[in-house]
């Protein structure tokens, strides 16, 4: 019983053991993958030392694969180095067929015909090797001396078994005369037989409690085994649910971070997080924004000279260079509507060079139109307080709202294509850097007269 404990304990050690080995083969093929051939090697030799002191065939075999692997496969080995690969290959052939491992063979075998030219696993001797190997005594000598030494020790046993036959006879006449001693002496002495009767009835009580204590004893024995069994598939059970949980954990993780780059993509960080954390986004004012809108020229009739197709994709390509525009000049675009495209600066987060970046950013977008061949766009821009936020429940739009965004919109709809026309508000928010022209005063729509003012940039 206590051997079957000990050969289980030593069978599930050895099945540990191989998980571990085969989990070092595959952490040493994936270095060969990356191309880490110095550690791959170290770690080839440290298999192979493995399999030695442990004296499992498969993973030296395995160890010494490896190792050929990275020393042949390493742009940077010396010729000296690559030798000993194909000698590692070999070695490994060699053991693989031993252990019956054919598709191991096979590919090694593959390898060394790529490698040499041939398929061949017999190392091939050095002149030095062979001329020490010429010292060695030829292979008739050494028949000639082991034949009489097996001739003197099968003599030597001979002689023994002799000696050994008559001391075997004198002691079997012996037994034979204590024999007929113990015969004679139960012959007269009956009492003597009844105490052997009851010494027998005894040591027959004994045999019954050793063979009731023997079968508890394997009873338990298969008990703990069926113990350690359940503990085992349980064990096995736990690692593939904790396997599965964590895929599933993985794949979660995943679509959280795409949901949040999404919504990152439509709102503002800020804006996106605080509806994340709170369920929604309250609306904030801020007293000083700069609002943007800009307008092709002669949409209409363009598209009516394209098809939806070709029209959405050059207007999906310009709209996301001016995404691209925007997002250099840390600017928030707010939306489309048709072919008007509207952004902002100086929020979310408030700052004070807002109008700066904003025209900073339409004099780029005038610039990227001068290379276009479809498009050319109006841009007006108005600085002043707005409010924005999140409304609604079902599709989010972080939006603005306010009598700023109207001034914008009258602006660019009284400018001038290629030209980015600023209010007075604007103007005076500018630095000394920008060169602006007065362009004269408009009637706004719902609004009144409006000042208006073109701008470039300076030298």
């Given at each position: 019983?206590?051997?079957?404990?000990?050969?289980?304990?030593?069978?599930?050690?050895?099945?540990?053991?191989?998980?571990?080995?085969?989990?070092?083969?595959?952490?040493?093929?994936?270095?060969?993958?990356?191309?880490?051939?110095r550690a791959a090697k170290a770690q080839s030799q440290a298999?192979?030392?493995?399999?030695?002191?442990?004296?499992?065939?498969?993973?030296?075999?395995?160890?010494?694969?490896?190792?050929?692997?990275?020393?042949?496969?390493?742009?940077?080995?010396?010729?000296?180095?690559?030798?000993?690969?194909?000698?590692?290959?070999?070695?490994?052939?060699?053991?693989?067929?031993?252990?019956?491992?054919?598709?191991?063979?096979?590919?090694?075998?593959?390898?060394?015909?790529?490698?040499?030219?041939?398929?061949?696993?017999?190392?091939?001797?050095?002149?030095?090797?062979?001329?020490?190997?010429?010292?060695?005594?030829?292979?008739?000598?050494?028949?000639?001396?082991?034949?009489?030494?097996?001739?003197?020790?099968?003599?030597?046993?001979?002689?023994?078994?002799?000696?050994?036959?008559?001391?075997?006879?004198?002691?079997?006449?012996?037994?034979?005369?204590?024999?007929?001693?113990?015969?004679?002496?139960?012959?007269?002495?009956?009492?003597?037989?009844?105490?052997?009767?009851?010494?027998?009835?005894?040591?027959?009580?004994?045999?019954?409690?050793?063979?009731?204590?023997?079968?508890?004893?394997?009873?338990?024995?298969?008990?703990?085994?069926?113990?350690?069994?359940?503990?085992?598939?349980?064990?096995?059970?736990?690692?593939?649910?904790?396997?599965?949980?964590?895929?599933?954990?993985?794949?979660i993780s995943r679509e959280r971070k795409r949901s949040d780059?999404?919504?990152?993509?439509?709102?503002?960080?800020?804006?996106?997080?605080?509806?994340?954390?709170?369920?929604?986004?309250?609306?904030?004012?801020?007293?000083?924004?700069?609002?943007?809108?800009?307008?092709?020229?002669?949409?209409?009739?363009?598209?009516?000279?394209?098809?939806?197709?070709?029209?959405?994709?050059?207007?999906?390509?310009?709209?996301?260079?001016?995404?691209?525009?925007?997002?250099?000049?840390?600017?928030?675009?707010?939306?489309?509507?048709?072919?008007?495209?509207?952004?902002?600066?100086?929020?979310?987060?408030?700052?004070?060079?807002?109008?700066?970046?904003?025209?900073?950013?339409?004099?780029?977008?005038?610039?990227?139109?001068?290379?276009?061949?479809?498009?050319?766009?109006?841009?007006?821009?108005?600085?002043?307080?707005?409010?924005?936020?999140?409304?609604?429940?079902?599709?989010?739009?972080?939006?603005?709202?306010?009598?700023?965004?109207?001034?914008?919109?009258?602006?660019?709809?009284?400018?001038?294509?290629?030209?980015?026309?600023?209010?007075?508000?604007?103007?005076?928010?500018?630095?000394?850097?920008?060169?602006?022209?007065?362009?004269?005063?408009?009637?706004?729509?719902?609004?009144?007269?409006?000042?208006?003012?073109?701008?470039?940039?300076?030298?």
């Amino acid at each position: 019983m206590l051997t079957l404990l000990i050969f289980l304990l030593t069978a599930l050690s050895v099945f540990g053991q191989t998980n571990d080995y085969s989990n070092q083969v595959m952490v040493i093929e994936a270095m060969l993958e990356e191309a880490n051939y110095r550690a791959a090697k170290a770690q080839s030799q440290a298999l192979i030392k493995s399999g030695e002191e442990a004296q499992l065939p498969l993973v030296k075999a395995e160890g010494h694969r490896l190792l050929g692997r990275a020393l042949t496969e390493s742009k940077q080995a010396t010729a000296k180095e690559r030798v000993a690969g194909i000698r590692e290959l070999k070695l490994a052939a060699q053991l693989f067929r031993k252990e019956r491992k054919g598709e191991a063979v096979e590919d090694i075998l593959g390898r060394l015909e790529k490698l040499t030219g041939n398929r061949k696993t017999e190392t091939v001797e050095l002149p030095s090797a062979r001329k020490r190997r010429s010292k060695i005594p030829n292979a008739d000598s050494i028949n000639e001396a082991s034949l009489s030494a097996i001739v003197s020790v099968q003599n030597q046993t001979i002689t023994a078994l002799n000696d050994s036959q008559v001391r075997q006879m004198l002691q079997l006449q012996e037994q034979e005369r204590e024999l007929d001693a113990l015969a004679f002496q139960i012959l007269n002495d009956s009492i003597l037989l009844i105490q052997q009767e009851s010494v027998i009835d005894r040591q027959q009580a004994v045999v019954q409690q050793e063979k009731l204590r023997r079968n508890f004893l394997l009873a338990l024995a298969g008990g703990i085994l069926l113990v350690l069994a359940s503990l085992y598939f349980r064990f096995r059970s736990s690692k593939r649910y904790q396997a599965k949980l964590e895929e599933q954990n993985q794949i979660i993780s995943r679509e959280r971070k795409r949901s949040d780059e999404l919504l990152r993509n439509i709102l503002p960080a800020t804006v996106a997080e605080e509806l994340k954390t709170k369920g929604k986004a309250t609306a904030r004012s801020y007293p000083s924004v700069s609002v943007l809108f800009a307008d092709f020229k002669g949409f209409s009739a363009l598209a009516s000279t394209l098809d939806p197709e070709t029209l959405v994709s050059l207007l999906d390509e310009t709209f996301r260079a001016f995404d691209e525009i925007v997002r250099k000049h840390r600017l928030e675009k707010i939306k489309t509507i048709g072919d008007c495209y509207m952004c902002a600066g100086g929020l979310p987060e408030p700052d004070t060079d807002h109008a700066e970046r904003m025209v900073r950013a339409a004099l780029d977008i005038q610039a990227y139109l001068e290379t276009n061949d479809y498009f050319k766009a109006r841009i007006g821009i108005h600085s002043g307080p707005v409010v924005a936020g999140v409304v609604g429940q079902d599709k989010f739009v972080y939006d603005i709202w306010g009598d700023t965004v109207n001034q914008a919109a009258r602006l660019e709809a009284a400018g001038d294509v290629g030209r980015v026309a600023i209010s007075q508000t604007t103007k005076e928010l500018l630095p000394d850097t920008f060169v602006v022209e007065p362009a004269g005063t408009f009637d706004a729509k719902n609004i009144g007269p409006m000042e208006r003012f073109f701008v470039r940039q300076g030298n």
